[in-house]
């Protein structure tokens, strides 16, 4: 199990933006693909990004495309959802978890996540309200 600690959450207004950071509590990421999860209020956790070890087509929601980039940084202890333009729907709790399989499929990259309910992280929270 790799841990991690989200983190950069905040309130913001409709149309802002902000960076949320995944952090590797011990070491380093390894070559783990990284994926960012977000839940809504009443609503199911969901994968909207995630980043392989090398960066290459990652992985984005619909409805985050063109708005969110993942990234990694260059001494793999990090991944980073910048998030721009936000609206009303991204707010909730935003979780970030090592992948426990990956492909390329379709063009861009496939995550697949075996995360137990106990196994996730505080998250960290965004607010989207004007």
């Known amino acids: 199990q790799l841990p991690l600690a989200e983190s950069g959450g905040d309130l913001v207004q409709p149309g802002g933006s902000l960076r949320l950071s995944c952090a590797a509590s011990?070491?380093?990421?390894?070559?783990?693909?990284i994926g960012w999860f977000r839940q809504a209020p009443g609503k199911d956790r969901e994968q909207i990004s995630c980043?392989?070890?090398?960066?290459?087509?990652?992985y984005y929601h619909e409805s985050v495309k063109g708005r969110f980039t993942i990234s990694r940084d260059t001494t793999n202890t990090a991944v980073y959802l910048e998030m721009t333009n936000l609206k009303f729907e991204d707010t909730g709790v935003y979780y970030c978890?090592?992948?426990?399989?990956?492909?390329?499929?379709?063009?861009?990259?496939?995550?697949?996540?075996?995360?137990?309910?106990?196994?996730w992280g505080q998250g960290t929270q965004v607010t989207v309200s004007s």
């Open positions: 011990r070491s380093t990421l390894g070559s783990y693909a």
């Open positions: 978890a090592p992948a426990a399989f990956v492909q390329f499929l379709g063009g861009s990259l496939d995550c697949k996540f075996d995360y137990e309910d106990d196994m």
């Open positions: 980043i392989s070890d090398s960066g290459r087509r990652p």
